[in-house]
């Protein structure tokens, strides 16, 4: 479809959601103009941001179909996401009990979203968008220390009943008791203040088994910069969390910290996976923007689609 049509097709998508919802939001934004997917909350409101689609431009189906899965993913931590706790024990743990977290909470706020009803088609969008994160750029290793946060947000997938493409690799991993502890006792948490308690406690036991034979620390899990502070978008920076139980995204910046305390070094080369699923949003739509002459990004005006539902 066109890029246009796609855009507007979006909007109209998450204008039904609201006002199917009833939600306490005082408006939800549409930002098409940045070079980063994300989500900024700004006390009552809420503003989605994705990369400057050409509207000229054919965006194939598939895209369409990621992008609305993303969004809804991430009005879902709005939703159900309370930032406080996990922002706090980022800082107090470090920036891999963060990624934990992180790893923890998507299935669960996912799962929240289908049991609401609040996107009748969400299971179906979740389950595709994870399908085709893990068709274009593979699973990880069992025994990737650094990647256990994004095999958490798989399996926990797995676990809400997703059928994926990939088979389990919990049982090949050598922390497999302790993961499938996290994973179980994350299916049933109520809030994102346990999924932060089970985390810490994940991250106690996997430093644990790793000492005394790997006295380093695993490689910091890099994160992709997000929308920027105080409810700007567009600007890389902090990223959404900053406003204590305001709902938002990735609590907290999530860069620059080593991860964890404990000791230990997982196995494999490369960065590690993100858990959000931005950076697969940013790729998929790279060959769909607004190019200059020199095929650089045309950011252009800011272009905003607003949902005016009243404050409850």
Wanted: glycine share 12%; proline share 8%.
């Amino acid at each position: 479809m066109l890029g246009s049509n796609m855009k507007r097709a979006v909007e109209a998508s998450l204008d039904r959601i609201y006002q199917a919802t009833n939600n306490k939001f005082v408006s939800l934004e549409v930002y098409w103009g940045g070079k980063t997917a994300g989500i900024v909350m700004n006390g009552g409101s809420a503003k989605i941001m994705f990369p400057n689609v050409d509207d000229t431009k054919q965006v194939p189906d598939n895209k369409f179909h990621d992008l609305l899965g993303y969004a809804i993913h991430e009005l879902g931590h709005a939703w159900f996401t309370t930032n406080k706790p996990w922002d706090e024990a980022r800082q107090q743990h470090g920036s891999f009990v963060g990624a934990l977290i992180n790893g923890l909470e998507d299935p669960r706020i996912e799962r929240r979203v289908i049991e609401s009803g609040y996107a009748p088609n969400g299971r179906v969008l979740f389950e595709r968008l994870c399908n085709s994160i893990l068709l274009e750029d593979g699973y990880v290793e069992p025994d990737d220390l650094k990647n256990v946060p994004f095999l958490l947000a798989i399996e926990g997938r797995r676990l809400n009943g997703y059928s994926l493409i990939c088979s389990s690799i919990v049982e090949r991993s050598p922390w497999r008791s302790d993961i499938e502890w996290a994973l179980n006792a994350a299916h049933v948490a109520k809030d994102t203040a346990e999924i932060v308690r089970i985390a810490i406690e994940l991250n106690s036991r996997l430093q644990k088994a790793q000492q005394p034979d790997q006295p380093e620390q695993p490689d910091q899990p890099e994160q992709p910069d997000q929308p920027g502070q105080g409810g700007q978008p567009g600007q890389p920076g902090d990223q959404p969390g900053q406003d204590g139980d305001q709902p938002g995204d990735q609590p907290g910046d999530q860069r620059g910290d080593q991860p964890g305390k404990g000791k230990g070094k997982g196995k494999g080369k490369g960065k590690a996976r993100p858990v959000e699923p931005d950076d697969f949003i940013n790729r998929g739509l790279a060959d769909h923007l607004y190019p200059n002459e020199d095929g650089t990004l045309i950011v252009g005006k800011v272009v905003y689609q607003k949902f005016p539902w009243e404050h409850k």
